[in-house]
T-cell receptor
Framework: DTAVSQTPKYLVTQMGNDKSIKCEQNLGHDTMYWYKQDSKKFLKIMFSYNNKELIINETVPNRFSPKSPDKAHLNLHINSLELGDSAVYFC??????????????FGPGTRLTVT | GEDVEQSLFLSVREGDSSVINCTYTDSSSTYLYWYKQEPGAGLQLLTYIFSNMDMKQDQRLTVLLNKKDKHLSLRIADTQTGDSAIYFCAESMTTDSWGKLQFGAGTQVVVTP
């Protein structure tokens, strides 16, 4: 009964390919996030959705397209993969945000390696 | 995070106390968090502190906040081998109600027997 799950856990692909990473949460949260963690462990937010609507969209190449079919799922599609896309991608979710404290629950991560 | 800075590495002997430091630049931060990342896993919230507090204690964890210097620290008492992990400091802003967190680069803590 994993709270936030991601598939696949590992993804190795060649430059130029298109790939998707899936995320699902069974916590009943309204908000979901995608983070990218680079080789130096630096973690940066990419996108956030609240009830299937995009609410945070950081400076990310438009080759990255998130999709939220329902509030329990947030998928990340990446077109024309580049070497610099190699990283660990984390999905997270939280309850309705606001000015009160909110805990983000992270998935186990997807390690993407572009060759 | 260019706005949140941490030292990159800390080595501590089992049973000793660990102190992990963090500095942030945004004075409008509402909450400050400490997350823990074990090898091959996602981040897990350890503790948090509201910006109008100076200290928070939670079992072996003590968080100290110096608002004047914008300095946050996490003290782990009686450090155990299971505490070996990367610890991330993070802040959320009053102006952002959508949960956007700014993370530090993480501090790798290695606990030696």
């Amino acid at each position: 009964d994993t709270a936030v799950s991601q598939t696949p856990k590992y993804l190795v692909t060649q430059m130029g390919n298109d790939k998707s990473i899936k995320c699902e949460q069974n916590l009943g949260h309204d908000t979901m996030y995608w983070y990218k963690q680079d080789s130096k462990k630096f973690l940066k937010i990419m996108f956030s959705y609240n009830n299937k609507e995009l609410i945070i969209n950081e400076t990310v190449p438009n080759r990255f397209s998130p999709k939220s079919p329902d509030k329990a799922h947030l998928n990340l599609h990446i077109n024309s993969l580049e070497l610099g896309d190699s990283a660990v991608y984390f999905c997270a979710s939280s309850q309705v945000p606001g000015t009160s404290v909110h805990e983000q629950y992270f998935g186990p991560g997807t390690r993407l390696t572009v060759t | 995070g260019e706005d949140v800075e941490q030292s990159l590495f800390l080595s501590v002997r089992e049973g000793d106390s660990s102190v992990i430091n963090c500095t942030y630049t945004d004075s409008s931060s509402t909450y400050l968090y400490w997350y823990k990342q074990e090898p091959g896993a996602g981040l897990q919230l350890l503790t948090y502190i509201f910006s109008n507090m100076d200290m928070k204690q939670d079992q072996r964890l003590t968080v100290l906040l110096n608002k004047k210097d914008k300095h946050l620290s996490l003290r782990i008492a009686d450090t155990q081998t299971g505490d070996s992990a990367i610890y991330f400091c993070a802040e959320s802003m009053t102006t952002d109600s959508w949960g956007k967190l700014q993370f530090g680069a993480g501090t790798q803590v290695v606990v030696t027997p």
